[in-house]
């Protein structure tokens, strides 16, 4: 799938001066319900902030400081093994990328301070508008093309046992680009082409549109940059 890399490192020169490397996050509002209701909605009045809360890193970097190229994650590709909130999730935003229809995401970004992450470097606007804004077309199609790939990929889970637990696709994001294989790359050349993973190996890691999921289901951040 082509894409317009080239714009999207030109923004983020940009905003890797003013990024600050830790993000504060407000406490999530929206996470996939028990498999017997199979739905989303807002959190009852009567739950406190303490009941939901999570501390989540910023997306920019991998924070388990085991990966390394030498011990790079298990990319996982079987979606039967990660928690079945994290699996809705990502089921969820999928249908409704595939719909075409950008304003379809609406019940799973939250608003506000709760709002999905969709940039590093944060906006101002409706959040459905902000997408748009993103894509190479008016509609957000581009977009909307971009997180079905992504979410179509395999990916790997992020400090695996801790309150900051993170689900992730690509797997990418978190893999030593000189430990892939043929096959793998023929994966990643899905998403980019060899010219922009030529450019991002000047980055040292892959800088493209990422999502992540927390293990409640939280979708936690839909983002480029590093």
């Given at each position: 799938m082509?894409?317009?890399?080239?714009?999207?490192?030109?923004?983020?020169?940009?905003?890797?001066?003013s990024i600050a490397t830790n993000v504060?996050?407000?406490s999530p509002l929206w996470n996939v319900q028990?498999?017997?209701?199979?739905?989303?909605?807002?959190?009852?009045?009567?739950?406190?902030?303490?009941?939901?809360?999570?501390?989540?890193?910023?997306?920019?970097k991998p924070t388990d400081g085991e990966i390394s190229a030498n011990n790079p994650p298990d990319i996982i590709t079987d979606l039967s093994t990660i928690p079945f909130s994290v699996k809705k999730m990502r089921d969820l935003i999928l249908e409704a990328a595939k719909t075409g229809d950008v304003e379809k995401l609406r019940p799973y970004i939250g608003s506000g301070d709760d709002v999905t992450m969709l940039s590093l470097?944060?906006?101002?606007?409706?959040?459905?508008d902000f997408l748009r804004s993103l894509s190479g077309d008016s509609q957000g199609q581009e977009i909307l093309a971009i997180m079905s790939e992504i979410l179509e990929a395999p990916l790997v889970k992020l400090n695996p046992g801790n309150d900051d637990e993170m689900y992730v696709w690509p797997y990418f994001y978190a893999y030593p680009?000189?430990?892939?294989?043929?096959?793998?790359?023929?994966?990643?050349?899905?998403?980019?082409?060899?010219?922009?993973?030529?450019?991002?190996?000047?980055?040292?890691?892959?800088?493209?549109?990422r999502i992540g999921i927390t293990a409640q289901g939280r979708w936690r951040f839909f983002v480029a940059g590093d």
């Open positions: 082509r894409i317009y890399f080239s714009s999207v490192i030109a923004i983020l020169a940009f905003l890797s001066a504060a996050m407000a028990t498999a017997q209701t199979n739905e989303i909605k807002p959190l009852e009045n009567d739950q406190t902030e303490g009941d939901v809360e999570e501390n989540v890193a910023s997306p920019a470097g944060g906006f101002d606007e409706d959040p459905i680009s000189e430990k892939l294989t043929p096959a793998q790359r023929v994966d990643l050349f899905r998403i980019i082409t060899y010219g922009d993973f030529e450019e991002m190996e000047t980055f040292g890691n892959y800088i493209f549109y």
